[in-house]
């Protein structure tokens, strides 16, 4: 990942006890089910009893009429679509609100435009289907109008009433199947939103962040609105919950390949590859995302879907360099004739830190360093360790090695004298890295910053490795988007490569990281152009049709999201696509999708 540290998939559970249904705090119901992006947890009781005279789902009745319904329109709602979904018994019901309250003004809202632009920029669908509702007074009419229309005309409208344009409602439907459910819809719509206003109040989004309408609807169905989101808000809460015990329960990542080679390392033999990409994958523009390997479960999976179906390869940069580096890269780049960059770099400690041999004790069997980190070891850990080795003078006992051991691999430790460790430099790390010497030093850069800015970077050699098929692909050179493009290592493996950069868009929040690469940009004497961007979040629409316009497009858009909320280090906030930082995953497929409709429509 690399850039500046900045919807996961659930298992289905069931939850069969009347005390872990109260333990979890849900509301109660004779049959209620749980959203979740990627699938949905059925959570069951045993029927309700009728001591009140009504039927065995008066508690599910009673659900519904706690969020502000009449119990004539849920009870219709139910009967409509039967007590087994509650997320489609919700959607009728607000249906239901929309056409009793505000007929007259769905009548006078502006005609909605007769074409939706989709994923790839054309749509055969008509909109005129709004108009064939009538103001009338009677809940079986309303019904009538309903059982009337298609499940996509059903969906579309219920979205539009949330206060999505058509157009986007028509985009998500297409993207994500006409089976999809409308929590999956309004979370491929706007999951960065979403994503925020699961850890905030719904009262402090301001007024840009909310969802408004565009065409059809102005201010009519506030409150309707809002039971939604509160209900939204409320299964977020319970989603959080059930995930974190989740976590406790059985925090199992991804089954990774071993070894992991993805479709081939330089000097490893493996079979031939063969892969098929999805349709909707196929390149132009080629893109390349990456991230930590090691994420919660589900997360990969999720990711992979966004990503139009490309399934994740998993790579070790221990194959390229003398430090592991496990990460996971979902691209649509072609796979054969990959290359090396030349000179191979040094893939051992002691190739790479030659001077450190001299004081390498032989219990120490480290041949690989573990993965580089943004923070090194103190000097107190340090002194440490160095008096509980001077306490005996030959080789110290099996506890004392194991101690000194596991701080060495935890904080990537290495012997710089008798009985002395230490953390390594950054001008080492940059070795490491693939990275030029001196890349992250001077112009006022901290040893804090240097360490953290290389903490976040994509591994030089292995990337360049997946780009070097781009290298026949583009003689006269490559426009790149480069996403949380941190301190440029898209761009130094494309010019290792030999590959000119002709126009470059990086797009970076940390400015330390910014003056990095445009040091390096300056010191290399690049030809082409250099925009910077500060915040990810300003290429909108029509930023990109600027953009697009100006540069022909784009050849490669590249991006390694914030992994705050996916690192096995992060038990505070490890939690996935949902966390505050690593959520802008989201913005990396917004602006991937946009620029290839945009592409795709111009060509």
């Not at 039927?55 to 004539?72: A, C, D, R, T, W």
């Not at 709602?77 to 087994?84: F, K, V």
């Not at 009677?138 to 949330?162: P, R, V």
């Amino acid at each position: 990942m690399d850039g500046n540290i900045s919807g996961e998939e659930s298992d289905s559970i069931d939850w069969n006890t009347d005390d872990e249904l109260e333990t979890q705090n849900l509301p109660p119901s004779s049959s209620s089910t749980l959203i979740i992006p990627g699938g949905e947890a059925s959570i069951a009781s045993g029927e309700a009893s009728s001591s009140t005279g009504r039927p065995s789902n008066s508690k599910l009745i009673n659900h519904f009429i706690g969020m502000g319904f009449s119990e004539k329109m849920v009870v219709k709602a139910i009967e409509q679509d039967g007590e087994g979904n509650t997320d489609s018994i919700l959607e009728y019901l607000l249906t239901y609100s929309a056409l009793e309250n505000c007929p007259q003004e769905l009548e006078n809202s502006p005609q909605a435009e007769p074409q939706v632009v989709s994923d790839n920029c054309s749509s055969d669908y008509d909109e005129s289907f709004l108009d064939d509702f009538s103001d009338t007074d009677s809940c079986h009419e309303n019904q009538e109008n309903i059982n009337s229309l298609s499940d996509k005309e059903k969906k579309l409208l219920f979205l539009a009433d949330m206060g999505y344009t058509v157009e986007e409602a028509s985009i998500a439907m297409d993207r994500c199947g006409p089976d999809s459910s409308v929590v999956e819809l309004t979370d491929f719509i706007s999951a960065a939103q979403i994503s925020k206003a699961a850890d905030a109040d719904l009262g402090e989004l301001s007024d840009e962040e909310k969802p408004r309408p565009k065409h059809l609807y102005k201010d009519y169905n506030k409150q309707k609105k809002r039971k939604f989101l509160d209900y939204r808000l409320w299964e977020r809460k319970k989603q959080r919950g059930y995930e974190k015990k989740l976590r406790n329960e059985d925090d199992e990542p991804i089954r990774l390949p071993n070894p992991m080679v993805g479709f081939g390392v330089p000097a490893e033999p493996c079979p031939i590859f063969h892969r098929t990409l999805p349709e909707a994958a196929v390149g132009p523009p080629y893109f390349y995302y990456e991230n930590v390997a090691l994420a919660p479960k589900g997360v990969w999976s999720t990711i992979s879907r966004f990503l139009y179906d490309v399934e994740p390869e998993f790579v070790d940069s221990k194959y390229f360099c003398a430090t592991a580096r496990k990460r996971g890269y979902i691209h649509n780049l072609p796979i054969l004739n990959r290359f090396p960059l030349l000179p191979l770099p040094p893939l051992t400690i002691y190739e790479a830190l030659p001077l450190t041999r001299k004081w390498w004790p032989s219990w120490d069997t480290r041949t690989k360093l573990n993965c580089i980190q943004t923070c090194v070891g103190s000097a107190k850990l340090t002194d440490r360790i160095r008096k509980a080795l001077e306490e005996w003078d030959g080789v110290p006992p099996m506890s004392v090695q194991k101690y000194v051991l596991d701080e060495c691999r935890k904080w990537n430790l290495v012997w710089v004298g008798r009985n002395k460790v230490a953390p390594l430099e950054p001008d080492e790390v940059e070795m490491l890295l693939g990275f030029p010497k001196n890349h992250t030093r001077g112009g006022g850069i901290s040893r804090t910053d240097r360490y953290k800015s290389l903490g976040n970077s994509f591994q030089v050699d292995t990337v360049a490795y997946h780009f070097s098929v781009l290298k026949d692909m583009f003689p006269g050179g490559i426009t790149l988007l480069s996403l949380f493009s941190g301190i440029g290592g898209a761009e130094i493996a494309l010019h290792r490569l030999g590959i000119p950069l002709k126009n470059v868009v990086a797009v970076e929040i940390s400015e330390t990281n910014r003056n990095i690469l445009r040091s390096w940009w300056e010191q290399t004497n690049q030809r082409g152009t250099l925009v910077d961007i500060a915040d990810v979040q300003q290429l909108n629409g029509d930023r990109l049709e600027q953009l697009i316009h100006t540069f022909g497009g784009f050849d490669l858009i590249v991006g390694g999201s914030p992994c705050n909320n996916l690192a096995g280090s992060n038990r505070v906030s490890r939690d996935g696509l949902e966390g505050k930082e690593s959520a802008l995953f989201y913005d990396y497929f917004r602006i991937l999708d946009l620029v290839k409709c945009i592409m795709g429509r111009n060509q």
